[in-house]
């Protein structure tokens, strides 16, 4: 892993095409803007990425381009992490380019000051309104790749400082709230001062989610993770993703090598009821969780748990324990009652 930075008064459109010139053109780069209110501790997350130090001041009177050349998920990336000024403090036009030459987004805000949660929604809104329709005015990138809607903007919610506990103005709750509301991709609650793993997760996750965006947009098989193998890139739904697990059928009393051949969830008749606990694995060469952290598995976990309930909201399933998420399998024990669950 190589890692450096560069200051800069301004990073303009001029700049950001040196930038990204300047990486080797054989390494795949991929372009992550911080955006957020001052103070929130946006350069101490870049510096996090980089360094996995926290220093503790910085200076913020200048924007910053932080790069860093990674292997760890199996093929090389070049990570370019522009972390911005107050964007009141800059041209219009400078943060749409900036906005354009993004590949993902985060927006940061303290949990502490609840000025900075309110500010989320506008910089949301503008990421939005200056990339939706805009495909030609695309900086560096292919134009199948710009944001018709929100769903093809990968950019995550952060909120920071989670260790003041005396001083927390925006609670969890509503950050995962504005989270679905505002169509944000991902939620975290970090300290930036306190953990360098969850720091840096949110890089390595925000990479995995513009992996499988491009996989989607591309229609093409993409190579994901360590031990990843190829896989579809179709979207994938929870309905489908639920249809496309292996089902292995475990009697709680049998031993893993005395296992009944797996039914496929098709071979259940129509209506059948089971009393039988199914177990469900989603394999390492499934693509959401090829080298996944806990927080996407977290969310696999979610999308699992919204697929196996019900239209009237009764779950199908009953979550064996929580902690399987921290796994590299995800496991779920499922009562199956009929194939269109
Ligand atoms: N307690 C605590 N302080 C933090 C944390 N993250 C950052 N800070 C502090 O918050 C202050 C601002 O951090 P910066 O990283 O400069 O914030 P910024 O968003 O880049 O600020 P501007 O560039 O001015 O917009 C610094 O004093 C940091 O030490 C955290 O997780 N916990």
Same mark, same amino acid.
């Not at 990425?49 to 760890?72: A, H, N, P, W």
């Not at 949660?117 to 200056?130: A, G, N, P, T, W």
């Not at 709680?252 to 209506?271: E, H, I, N, V, Y």
């Given at each position: 892993?190589? =890692?450096?930075?560069?200051?800069? %008064?301004?990073?303009?459109?001029?700049?950001?095409?040196? !930038?990204?010139?300047?990486?080797?053109?054989?390494?795949?780069? !991929?372009?992550?803007?911080?955006?957020?209110?001052?103070?929130? @501790?946006?350069?101490?997350?870049?510096?996090?990425?980089?360094?996995?130090?926290?220093?503790? /001041?910085?200076?913020?009177?200048?924007?910053?381009?932080?790069?860093?050349?990674?292997?760890?998920? @199996?093929?090389?990336? &070049?990570?370019?992490?522009?972390?911005?000024?107050?964007?009141?403090?800059?041209?219009?036009? $400078?943060?749409?380019?900036?906005?354009?030459? +993004?590949? =993902? *987004?985060?927006?940061?805000?303290?949990?502490?000051?609840?000025?900075?949660?309110?500010?989320?929604?506008?910089?949301?809104?503008?990421?939005?309104?200056?990339?939706?329709?805009?495909?030609?005015?695309?900086?560096? *990138?292919?134009?199948?790749?710009?944001?018709?809607?929100?769903?093809?903007?990968?950019? #995550?919610?952060?909120?920071?400082?989670? $260790?003041? #506990?005396?001083?927390?103005?925006?609670? %969890?709750?509503?950050?995962?709230?504005?989270?679905?509301?505002?169509?944000?991709?991902?939620? #975290? &609650?970090?300290?930036?001062?306190?953990?360098?793993?969850?720091?840096? &997760?949110?890089? *390595?996750?925000?990479?995995? /989610?513009?992996?499988?965006?491009?996989?989607?947009?591309?229609?093409? %098989?993409?190579?994901?993770?360590?031990?990843?193998?190829?896989?579809?890139?179709?979207?994938?739904?929870?309905?489908?993703?639920?249809?496309?697990?292996?089902?292995?059928?475990?009697?709680?009393?049998?031993?893993?090598?005395?296992?009944?051949?797996?039914?496929?969830?098709?071979?259940? =008749?129509?209506?059948?009821?089971?009393?039988?606990?199914?177990?469900?694995?989603?394999?390492?060469?499934?693509? #959401?969780? +090829?080298?996944?952290?806990? @927080?996407?598995?977290?969310?696999?976990?979610?999308?699992?748990?919204?697929?196996?309930?019900? $239209?009237?909201?009764?779950?199908? =399933?009953?979550?064996?324990?929580? $902690?399987?998420?921290?796994?590299?399998?995800?496991?779920?024990?499922?009562?199956?009652?009929?194939?269109?669950?």
């Amino acid at each position: 892993m190589s =890692a450096r930075s560069s200051p800069t %008064p301004a990073l303009d459109r001029a700049r950001l095409k040196k !930038f990204t010139a300047s990486v080797k053109s054989h390494v795949p780069c !991929f372009r992550i803007l911080l955006l957020g209110g001052r103070g929130v @501790g946006k350069t101490a997350l870049a510096v996090r990425f980089l360094t996995k130090r926290f220093i503790g /001041d910085y200076d913020s009177s200048v924007e910053r381009m932080y790069q860093l050349s990674d292997s760890s998920s @199996g093929s090389p990336v &070049e990570y370019m992490v522009l972390d911005t000024i107050d964007h009141e403090l800059k041209s219009n036009v $400078d943060l749409k380019d900036q906005i354009n030459w +993004a590949d =993902a *987004f985060v927006i940061m805000y303290s949990v502490t000051d609840e000025r900075s949660f309110c500010e989320v929604d506008r910089l949301k809104f503008l990421i939005s309104h200056m990339r939706k329709g805009k495909s030609n005015e695309r900086l560096f *990138f292919p134009d199948q790749y710009s944001s018709a809607n929100n769903s093809n903007i990968i950019c #995550y919610l952060v909120g920071n400082k989670q $260790d003041i #506990y005396g001083e927390r103005m925006v609670t %969890p709750e509503q950050g995962e709230h504005r989270c679905r509301t505002s169509g944000f991709t991902a939620f #975290y &609650e970090v300290s930036v001062r306190e953990s360098a793993k969850r720091s840096r &997760e949110i890089f *390595f996750d925000l990479h995995a /989610d513009w992996l499988e965006l491009k996989a989607q947009l591309d229609r093409k %098989p993409v190579k994901l993770g360590r031990s990843a193998s190829t896989v579809s890139s179709r979207p994938v739904s929870p309905g489908t993703l639920l249809r496309s697990l292996t089902f292995k059928r475990t009697s709680l009393q049998q031993d893993s090598k005395s296992r009944s051949p797996s039914p496929s969830l098709s071979q259940l =008749a129509p209506g059948q009821a089971s009393p039988c606990k199914f177990r469900i694995q989603v394999h390492q060469h499934h693509n #959401y969780t +090829a080298g996944a952290s806990h @927080g996407r598995r977290r969310r696999l976990g979610d999308e699992l748990w919204t697929a196996l309930s019900r $239209d009237d909201g009764e779950p199908l =399933a009953d979550l064996d324990d929580d $902690d399987k998420f921290e796994d590299a399998i995800v496991s779920l024990k499922v009562p199956v009652l009929n194939r269109e669950c």
